[in-house]
């Protein structure tokens, strides 16, 4: 079920704008489920959870996440119970993500929009008593930065001198900058818009050594907005699948790997330079495209 961390060679010239090698860590593989950066962002929430003896685990977040699937699937194996805090109202029809993480255990609680903005008052309402172990939307903490980290040991990114992901809620962007060696830049593409607090949320993850370290936020490759997608974004997700053999999701991973191959075209990168796309999986939220959209 688990496997080795895969890293794929993308040779010279097969990138549209970038022409020389990058190579991608595909924790899309790391397991068929718990797909890429979740798995490792959950394992020390859970550890905390069995370790405060809770016997149930508690999220939000939205109809097609996949921080829910992967904590739907990471508590049952972890033999605890999984709570759903779902944004919006339910609708006639079940997600395919929604449907498959009530099929692994999860219970699902359906808040409108406006109510979904006051997490805290949700957490008190569904659990006064404080039974479950409530893990932050995303996985935002330091636990996850926590889990991130050991991705230094498992895998060779000692390596690599330029490493792009894609940015959330930041937690992995933050793990990476906490692993990362002097001679490394860690660059986070942003798929929100006007994320005006996503900065000090990274920051915030961080010590004053670290924030000093080489790592940049970019927030211009948001296609309009999270989860939003365009033409032009769409065919750079097929050209990747088709003629480069890398599937991406049109949430995060495509827009992350249009920003590497945009913004390593234009540096003036030493030779010895190594770039390294650190694939956080979540090719199951392409259920939502229509079907062929995305050649996958
Ligand atoms: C959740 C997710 C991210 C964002 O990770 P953060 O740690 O929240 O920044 C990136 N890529 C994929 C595919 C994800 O599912």
Not at 72 to 82: D, F, I, R, V, W
Not at 105 to 125: C, H, N, P, T
């Amino acid at each position: 079920m688990f496997s080795l961390l895969p890293i794929q060679k993308i040779h010279d010239g097969l990138l549209p704008h970038y022409k020389g090698q990058v190579d991608v860590l595909r924790l899309d593989k790391v397991h068929t489920i718990v797909s890429g950066n979740k798995w490792f962002k959950l394992k020390y929430f859970l550890e905390a959870a069995k370790s405060g003896q809770f016997k149930s685990i508690a999220t939000f977040g939205g109809a097609y996440s996949n921080h829910i699937i992967a904590c739907a699937y990471a508590a049952k194996l972890s033999g605890l119970a999984c709570l759903g805090i779902i944004r919006g109202e339910q609708p006639a029809a079940l997600s395919p993500t929604l449907r498959e993480a009530r099929a692994h255990g999860m219970e699902l609680i359906f808040v409108s929009r406006s109510d979904y903005k006051d997490k805290a008052g949700i957490q008190q309402a569904v659990d006064p008593n404080g039974t479950h172990y409530w893990i932050p939307e995303g996985g935002y903490g330091l636990l996850g930065t926590k889990g991130i980290r050991e991705l230094y040991t498992a895998t060779p990114i000692w390596t690599y001198t330029h490493i792009f992901m894609a940015v959330g809620t930041g937690t992995t962007l933050a793990g990476f900058i906490k692993g990362a060696l002097p001679y490394q830049q860690i660059t986070g593409v942003s798929v929100l818009k006007n994320a005006y607090s996503l900065k000090e949320e990274i920051t915030a993850l961080l010590t004053p050594q670290e924030i000093e370290k080489d790592w940049q936020l970019l927030e211009n490759y948001h296609f309009g907005g999270y989860a939003k997608k365009t033409p032009a974004l769409l065919d750079f997700m097929n050209i990747c699948a088709k003629s480069v053999n890398l599937p991406l999701d049109f949430v995060y991973t495509a827009k992350a790997f249009f920003a590497l191959d945009m913004e390593l075209s234009q540096a003036a990168l030493p030779p010895d330079a190594k770039p390294l796309f650190i694939h956080t999986g979540g090719l199951q939220g392409n259920q939502s495209l229509s079907d062929g959209i995305a050649g996958l």
